[in-house]
């Protein structure tokens, strides 16, 4: 085996291992800061892989203990040209083991695959970038431009301990960073016979998760009573939760499109565009979702004794809103509602969106087709949210591209916050070769 074939295998077992390590360290992030146990010990583990090959790390706590954040430099050529921010969050969602067929906290390795909460969510990619920033430093590579690694907190809140409180506090250590790279893209799809599409993020909801509130008199539950709260929130709700907004195309999902009906020959029809994009297959739930502002009932609470009619009932909805849409979204939704319901924001991050080209996207192609020959790399919208909404703040052009090949019969999109989450360990492999090339080149 040659030094460099020894240097990569080293690399990719590195990105398993890491993965599996960093399941195991329960990071679950409840939204209650209170709860939160993990994050600081995942921090310091990550602090500690990077200073064993030299580099100088920065851990930061934000404004609630243990929410531990840490950032670290690799200087490249040329320091004038912006640095590339690899950014990844450390917290994952709740689980719960009884449903599971591993143990969600137990990082197995089994069957091929790495189980475990966080295993796609997105400890993969902070595995793989762990280990390649581990290699880089080892060889001592110089990359075209500086690197910023970052590896933060609770992005599964909306990053108030974490992205965001750096952005706020801590740009010092994004300085220079005209773009970035993290999670949900870079994973394909197999469009036909074999033929795959790697999908870059460009683009993302915003994210108003939004608390409703009506008022009523309170009074006796035996009385008739013309006046109730409950009763006033619960058809606003049933309104909101059975509506359907309007259809909307945005650039990032009619390139999407374009880029589908080139290499499948499917046709879009926008007459019955939702019935068309069924037909894609696992990813058509992430894709569907992009194609209309949503807002999806989740809370409900109110009142305190059977027999009382209290004065107050609130809801919380998640809305998830298109690049552009907000204006039209919020005068939309205060007509679903109507005039007795209050509204106020519980989180609020704007929508993000760039165009797919330049030379960074030709790095991204051009490291995807140097381990899959004959792989397409296109643009695409998520329908959720990542920290992206918080380092677009600093001017910061923001990508998802932590890259995976995966088996084609695999649903990739049903285990972002599913059961039995798990990413295969060939894919981690790969992902960790195509970084390597990329982060050298780019």
């Keep these: 085996m040659s030094e460099q074939s020894a240097a990569t295998a080293v690399s990719e077992e590195e990105a398993v291992r890491f993965t599996s390590e960093l399941i195991r360290i329960d990071t679950t992030n409840t939204g209650d800061p209170s709860t939160v146990v993990g994050e600081r010990m995942a921090a310091e583990w990550v602090a500690e892989q990077l200073s064993d090959v030299g580099f100088e790390t920065t851990y930061v706590e934000s404004g609630a203990k243990g929410r531990g954040n840490v950032v670290a430099r690799l200087a490249g050529e040329d320091s004038g040209r912006g640095a590339l921010l690899v950014h990844g969050h450390l917290d994952v969602v709740p689980a719960d083991a009884s449903e599971w067929s591993v143990h969600p906290f137990s990082g197995a390795v089994q069957d091929g695959y790495v189980w475990g909460r966080g295993a796609v969510d997105m400890k993969d990619m902070v595995g793989m970038t762990l280990a390649t920033a581990r290699r880089l430093k080892r060889d001592g590579v110089v990359p075209k431009r500086d690197l910023i690694f970052a590896f933060v907190a609770d992005e599964e809140a909306g990053g108030e301990y974490g992205a965001q409180w750096l952005v706020e506090n801590r740009p010092?250590?994004?300085?220079?960073?005209?773009?970035?790279?993290?999670?949900?893209?870079?994973?394909?799809?197999?469009?036909?016979?074999?033929?795959?599409?790697?999908?870059?993020?460009?683009?993302?909801?915003?994210?108003?998760?939004?608390?409703?509130?009506?008022?009523?008199?309170?009074?006796?539950?035996?009385?008739?009573?013309?006046?109730?709260?409950?009763?006033?929130?619960?058809?606003?709700?049933?309104?909101?939760?059975?509506?359907?907004?309007?259809?909307?195309?945005?650039?990032?999902?009619?390139?999407?499109?374009?880029?589908?009906?080139?290499?499948?020959?499917?046709?879009?029809?926008?007459?019955?565009?939702?019935?068309?994009?069924?037909?894609?297959?696992?990813?058509?739930?992430?894709?569907?979702?992009?194609?209309?502002?949503?807002?999806?009932?989740?809370?409900?609470?109110?009142?305190?004794?059977?027999?009382?009619?209290?004065?107050?009932?609130?809801?919380?909805?998640?809305?998830?809103?298109?690049?552009?849409?907000?204006?039209?979204?919020?005068?939309?939704?205060?007509?679903?509602?109507?005039?007795?319901?209050?509204?106020?924001?519980?989180?609020?991050?704007?929508?993000?969106?760039?165009?797919?080209?330049?030379?960074?996207?030709?790095?991204?192609?051009?490291?995807?087709?140097?381990?899959?020959?004959?792989?397409?790399?296109?643009?695409?919208m998520l329908s959720g949210g990542t920290d992206a909404k918080s380092f677009q703040q600093l001017g910061i052009r923001c990508f998802g591209f932590a890259p995976l090949r995966l088996p084609a019969d695999l649903d990739f999109s049903a285990l972002f916050h599913g059961v039995d989450e798990r990413v295969p360990v060939d894919a981690l492999k790969f992902g960790t070769r195509v970084l390597d090339r990329f982060l050298r080149t780019c």
């Design 172 to 380: 010092e250590l994004f300085e220079g960073a005209t773009e970035a790279i993290s999670e949900v893209g870079g994973f394909s799809i197999t469009v036909k016979d074999g033929v795959r599409a790697y999908v870059v993020e460009t683009a993302e909801k915003g994210i108003a998760w939004l608390k409703l509130r009506a008022r009523g008199r309170a009074g006796h539950g035996s009385m008739v009573h013309e006046d109730n709260a409950v009763t006033k929130l619960t058809q606003a709700v049933a309104r909101l939760g059975t509506h359907r907004f309007p259809l909307v195309l945005t650039d990032s999902v009619r390139e999407f499109l374009a880029a589908m009906t080139e290499l499948t020959g499917m046709r879009f029809d926008e007459e019955d565009l939702d019935g068309t994009v069924a037909k894609l297959g696992g990813v058509a739930r992430m894709v569907g979702a992009t194609l209309r502002d949503t807002a999806n009932p989740t809370m409900l609470s109110g009142g305190y004794k059977a027999n009382v009619i209290p004065s107050v009932a609130e809801a919380v909805v998640d809305c998830r809103v298109l690049p552009g849409r907000e204006e039209a979204f919020l005068r939309e939704l205060d007509d679903i509602l109507g005039p007795d319901i209050e509204r106020e924001y519980i989180t609020h991050l704007p929508a993000v969106e760039t165009t797919f080209d330049g030379a960074l996207v030709d790095h991204m192609a051009d490291s995807i087709t140097a381990e899959d020959p004959g792989a397409r790399t296109i643009p695409y």
